[in-house]
Structures are given as structure tokens and as C-alpha cells.
């Protein structure tokens, strides 16, 4: 019995030998952005997320090539459809014609719990979208209660903060009074039909803007004074959670506290052009590092204790071809490579290419060996 246990550890070893990793829990959801020209393939990222056993994934499109790779996996996808999509998607055949290209030929062996209709529609230099965004998202629900898909398949968008009008303190956080007509009937649908508010809120960019008056102890979750709500008395002892809490109280001004606010985006770069104040490496590092702890943690914020926060962090790798200042391009927890660009301890595993050859010599071997095991237990 021991050389039976002994080959088949053995066979195990050789034909899992591609996701052999160290696992590390941490909970959270990661960003899968591809605007590069040097990212590993699909397949490849797979394993690596699995090594760092991470379950939630973020798309920005509904790349076939990704939502294959994830088949039969534990990966619960978010895929986008993006701004370019919103005026035909008002239209039931369009939508259909999408969700059966886009959507049905990966359910059920790949998760796609999500659709986000459009990204940071209203903080687009086109208006002309605005009007577009429900709709779509109504259509698209509609063809998913058809389908019979939309218990398992929610609707939503995501929205940059700068659809607040106001944010300080977290108490008076309001939206913008020009977008109220968008977001109130908008409100109304996530809240007939369950699903989240996203949004993508960078403390980075505060700081950035401000460096002499907002303190980087504030927004890297470092000790610092924090700051008292002076409506709630509520202490926030960071940026992000004041952020969200925010949102909170601006929904609740237009008369919804039954929908929960997530965080689809939020990260910080590890390099910038000279006049990107906070753009490295150890900050970025204490930034994710530190927002990881409380992911873990399962802290909720001081308005929302009992629910514990919901991110994506931005993102999985730098992307070389993001165009924009420096920092858009360094916004990953990993070069393409597999090398981490800072150390947060993440376990992770990118595995080498292997061909299509060497898998099927490795495969072969390996019944080879399994054969001879059971030979000589036999």
C-alpha cells in the first residue's frame, strides 16, 4: 500500500504539475484589464488566479478567448458591455442577439453572475449617452428574465465619484443636481431588481490632486487621526470608506437605503510622470496591502458596519498599452511576466508556457507511470 500512495502522489504530481501553488485566501476580486500587448495568455492567467485563489474577476468586454480559459472553474465573472453598445441595446433583438453571442455559448461551465452595462457613463465627455444607459440596462434585464437567466445573471453599470456633487462629510454626500433626472429612475431599477451600486473610487486621485492637504496616512489605511462625521459623529479613519459612505447617504437622499453600494474599481499606481505626487511602489503596496487586511477582516464602514465591503481591486497586470499619464499604465499587482511589481504576500503562480506537444508528452508519461504503479501494486 505505502508504493501504491507513493505513485499515485506521484501521478498527481505530474498531471497537476501546472497548478502546483502555494494558496493564499484574501477575498477579494480582481480586475482583468488586456489593453497590452504582452500579457500571458488566458489559460495561463487561470492558473495564476487559482494559485492565489482568487474567485471574483472583472472584465471589461466579454472576451471569449478569457470566459473558455475559465471553463468548469470557481471563478464568478463580471463581464462588461461596453459605452459603444448602449444605443442598440435598447432595442430587444440587439440585446438578444449580444447576450446569445456573448453570454449563452459560456454558461453554465463558466460563472458570469453579472453584465455592467456601460462603464463611468456619466462622467464621459458624451452626453449624448446619458439617456441611453437605463434603457439598456432595462433591455438587457428583460432578455435575461426571457432567457430565465436573471436569478443567476444580475444588471448593473459602474460610476466614477465624480457623479457626487457633494462628499464631505460621508453624511452629505449628494449627486451632481445636473444628473438627478439619470440616476433617480436609474436607483429605482436597482432596487426592483436587486443589484448593486458599483463604483470606482481611487483615493489616489485626491491625493494626486492634493498632496499638501490630504494626508497620504488617510488614504494608504496608515494610523492617522482620521476624521469625526460631524452629523453622525461617525470616525473614519480612511478615505475609501468615506467614499462609500457617501454614496450611501446621497442614495438615501433620493430616498433608497435597499441597495448596496460595491467597489468595482479602486487601486493605486506604483509609478507616475513627475508630477504624480504618491505614484510608487511602497505606497501602492500599502495601499492594496492594506486594503486586503480589511477585506479580510470583513469590515463593513461606520455607516454600513454589518456589511462588509465589496471590492475589485485595479488591477491584475500593468498594461502597456493604456494610453494616458504614466500611472495608467502601472496600475497592476503583477508585471506580465508573473513577477509581482511589489510585495504584499500573495502566493501567486504563473505557470511557463507549455505547448500543446509537451502537454501530451507530460500527459502520456503520466499514464505511463500510473500504469507501472498499479503494475507493481497489483
Known amino acids: 500500500m505505502a508504493c501504491c500512495s507513493v505513485f499515485r502522489a506521484l501521478f498527481l504530481l505530474l498531471t497537476l504539475s501546472d497548478s502546483f501553488v502555494q494558496i493564499f485566501s484574501i477575498g477579494m476580486g480582481i480586475n482583468y484589464g488586456q489593453i497590452a500587448n504582452n500579457l500571458p495568455s488566458p489559460s495561463r492567467v487561470a492558473i495564476l488566479l487559482g494559485s492565489l485563489n482568487i474567485s471574483r474577476v472583472k472584465l471589461y468586454d466579454a472576451d471569449p478567448n478569457v470566459l473558455l480559459a475559465f471553463s468548469n472553474s470557481n471563478v464568478d465573472f463580471i463581464v462588461g458591455l461596453g459605452n459603444e453598445y448602449l444605443q442598440s441595446m435598447a432595442d430587444p433583438i440587439k440585446a438578444q442577439i449580444w447576450l446569445e453571442e456573448h453570454l449563452l455559448p459560456h454558461l453554465p461551465q463558466t460563472k458570469i453572475n453579472c453584465i455592467l452595462v456601460g462603464n463611468e457613463v456619466f462622467s464621459s465627455n458624451d452626453s449624448q449617452l446619458f439617456p441611453y444607459l437605463l434603457p439598456a440596462m432595462q433591455t438587457v434585464n428583460r432578455v435575461l428574465v426571457n432567457l430565465e437567466l436573471d436569478k443567476q445573471v444580475t444588471v448593473t453599470t459602474a460610476h466614477s465619484l465624480t457623479i457626487l456633487g457633494n462628499s464631505y462629510p460621508p453624511s452629505a454626500g449628494t449627486f451632481r443636481q445636473d444628473l438627478a433626472q439619470y440616476i433617480q429612475p436609474l436607483l429605482k431599477f436597482h432596487s426592483e431588481i436587486n443589484s448593486p451600486f458599483l463604483i470606482n473610487a481611487y483615493p489616489y486621485f485626491a491625493y494626486k490632486d492634493n498632496p499638501d492637504q490630504v494626508s497620504l496616512e488617510y488614504v494608504l489605511f496608515q494610523p492617522n487621526q482620521g476624521m469625526i462625521d460631524p452629523n453622525t459623529n461617525l470616525h473614519y479613519d480612511n478615505m475609501l470608506y468615506a ?25 493605486w499606481p506604483s509609478k507616475g510622470d513627475a508630477n504624480e505626487a504618491g505614484a510608487t511602489p511602497q505606497n501602492a503596496g500599502l495601499y492594496n496591502g492594506n486594503l486586503l487586511q480589511r477585506i479580510a477582516e470583513r469590515q463593513g464602514t461606520p455607516a454600513k458596519p454589518s456589511t462588509p465591503i465589496d471590492v475589485h481591486v485595479f488591477a491584475l497586470f500593468n498594461e502597456n498599452l493604456k494610453p494616458g499619464p504614466a500611472s495608467e499604465r502601472n496600475y497592476g499587482l503583477y508585471y506580465p511576466d508573473g513577477t509581482p511589481v511589489y510585495n504584499i504576500g500573495l502566493q501567486g503562480y504563473l505557470p511557463v508556457f507549455i505547448s500543446a506537444s509537451d502537454k501530451n508528452a507530460l500527459s502520456i508519461f503520466s499514464s505511463l507511470v500510473f500504469l507501472i504503479a498499479c503494475f507493481i501494486c497489483a
Open 243 to 267: 467614499q462609500i459612505d457617501a454614496v450611501y447617504s446621497a442614495m438615501k437622499a433620493m430616498g433608497h437605503t435597499d441597495i448596496e453600494v460595491k467597489v468595482s474599481e479602486t487601486g
